[in-house]
């Protein structure tokens, strides 16, 4: 596609339950990555992927969280038995070289 | 660890100055990216300018301009003829050069949140 493309774009789940959230990175690019952003924070790294496997997953905070990349393309974090400090918005970026990331708009997630 | 400095949390300036955005970092990789992103309400993360650790002349993008010092380990990102859209979130960001086809994680600053004053 255009742009990388993530959803859903807000997403409010109970405490305990699982959620899981989908980026789809631009038609090409062979990296993939996953930042959460707590508010008023930077990006917090969580895991890279070059195609479909994941050389550094050391930013995931807990056994809770989990991603994959099928066929080089889509990807999807899932966060088991979310807590409150889960909550943030999750963004996910692409890239093809050393330019640069492009990023999509990010899920919000609130955890009540 | 790479760490990435930015010690100003809010910024404000008047529709058509200038102002400068600090960012400093520590490293003890020789070669890598420095980058400044932009971050407007909608969420959506812009790349405003990169710098090739390599090259000493400093990146330019229409208002925006940079001044890296390599051995201060400084990234300044200028904004000229500042405009109300250029209302933001800032950050800058480090990746180390990496080799063999793989891209490497970016490290990010805390931000610096802009205001464009009317």
């Known amino acids: 596609g255009a742009g990388v493309s993530q959803s859903p774009s807000n997403k409010v789940t109970e405490k305990g339950k699982d959620v899981e959230l989908r980026c789809d990175p631009i038609s090409g690019h062979t990296a993939l990555y996953w930042y959460r952003q707590s508010l008023g924070q930077g990006l917090e790294f969580l895991i890279y992927f070059q195609g479909n496997s994941a050389p550094d997953k050391s930013g995931l905070p807990s056994d809770r969280f989990s991603a994959e990349r099928t066929g080089g393309s889509v990807s999807t974090l899932t966060i088991q038995r979310t807590q409150q400090e889960d909550s943030a918005v999750y963004l996910c970026?692409?890239?093809?070289?050393?330019?640069?990331?492009?990023f999509g708009s990010g899920t919000r997630l609130t955890v009540v | 660890a790479q760490t990435v400095t930015q010690s100003q949390p809010e910024m404000s300036v008047q529709e058509a100055e200038t102002v400068t955005l600090s960012c400093t970092y520590d490293t003890s990789e020789n070669n890598y990216y420095l980058f400044w992103y932009k971050q407007p309400p909608s969420r959506q993360m812009i790349l405003v300018i990169r710098q090739e650790a390599y090259k000493q002349q400093n990146a330019t993008e229409n208002r925006f301009s940079v001044n890296f010092q390599k051995a201060a380990k400084s990234f300044s990102l200028k904004i000229s003829d500042s405009q109300l859209g250029d209302t933001a979130m800032y950050f800058c960001?480090?990746?180390?050069?990496?080799?063999?086809?793989?891209?490497?994680?970016?490290?990010f600053g805390k931000g610096t949140k802009l205001s464009v004053k009317p």
């Open positions: 970026a692409s890239s093809l070289a050393w330019f640069g990331y492009t």
């Open positions: 960001a480090f990746m180390k050069r990496s080799y063999g086809g793989s891209q490497g994680n970016l490290i």
